[in-house]
């Protein structure tokens, strides 16, 4: 047994666990894509069905090109294609981003498997014996930790505090506006404005906002 075979080895573990974290990190964040987005659970199952789907479509598509790309090529392009999908569903904004980050996941996903698999089976064949089970069960070790680390960031809120945050800016941003506007009205009209007392008590709690803050916006990670 040389080197060689076990860095190849190694390393094709790795690319299994990769897979197995950024696969379950999706699949047990789905309520909290589904709520970002405002999926609606019509939607939904249109949204989680085109991913395996894609998936048969990419495998299929890798089946033919490993006759003139060598499977460690395509790993190596699929993989981190798969982890910015997966990046771009949770920093993403709109319905047709979450499309097309779901379409990318899923074709790269189908890539990736077939392509960590062909060259599971090429080093089973030059160890001489069995060894796939072990990479499928490093498969499974990523999958638990990818899920332990999205139940523990749902459970700390992580995830969530950035939201929180984003939506406290933006109404505090609105109601300072509101407020600046019922002044300038108000003046206008004998310098009695509806919303000035009130806008002036909210603004107060909100270094910086002013009128510009009505075109503000940021993004809010899971």
């Known amino acids: 047994m040389t080197d060689v075979l076990r860095r190849g080895r190694a390393?094709?573990?790795?690319?299994?666990?990769?897979?197995?974290?950024?696969?379950?990190?999706?699949?047990?964040?789905?309520?909290?894509?589904?709520?970002?987005?405002?999926?609606?659970?019509?939607l939904l199952p249109v949204f989680l069905a085109a991913v395996p789907v894609l998936a048969g479509v990419g495998s299929v598509t890798t089946e033919r090109l490993v006759r003139r790309i060598p499977p460690s090529a395509l790993l190596r392009w699929s993989q981190p294609v798969v982890l910015l999908a997966l990046l771009a569903v949770g920093?993403?904004?709109?319905?047709?981003?979450?499309?097309?980050?779901?379409?990318?996941?899923?074709?790269?996903?189908?890539?990736?498997?077939a392509s960590?698999?062909?060259?599971?089976?090429?080093?089973?064949?030059s160890y001489g014996r069995s060894i796939m089970l072990s990479f499928h069960a490093v498969y499974s070790l990523g999958g638990i930790l990818g899920a332990s680390l999205a139940w523990a960031g749902g459970r700390t809120g992580i995830w969530r505090c950035g939201c929180r945050?984003?939506?406290?800016?933006?109404?505090?941003?609105?109601?300072?506006?509101s407020g600046a506007g019922g002044t300038s009205t108000g003046t206008a009209r004998g310098g009695r404005g509806r919303l000035g007392g009130q806008g002036g008590g909210v603004g107060g709690g909100c270094p910086g906002a002013g009128p510009w803050c009505s075109g503000c916006c940021c993004r809010c990670v899971w």
């Open 165 to 177: 945050i984003c939506r406290s800016w933006r109404c505090c941003c609105r109601r300072r506006c």
């Open 91 to 113: 920093a993403g904004r709109g319905m047709a981003g979450l499309a097309v980050a779901l379409a990318a996941f899923g074709l790269a996903v189908g890539a990736l498997d």
């Open 116 to 125: 960590m698999n062909m060259l599971g089976v090429s080093l089973q064949r």
């Open 11 to 42: 390393s094709l573990a790795f690319s299994f666990f990769a897979q197995g974290v950024a696969f379950a990190l999706l699949v047990t964040r789905i309520p909290a894509v589904q709520d970002r987005y405002g999926v609606s659970d019509a």
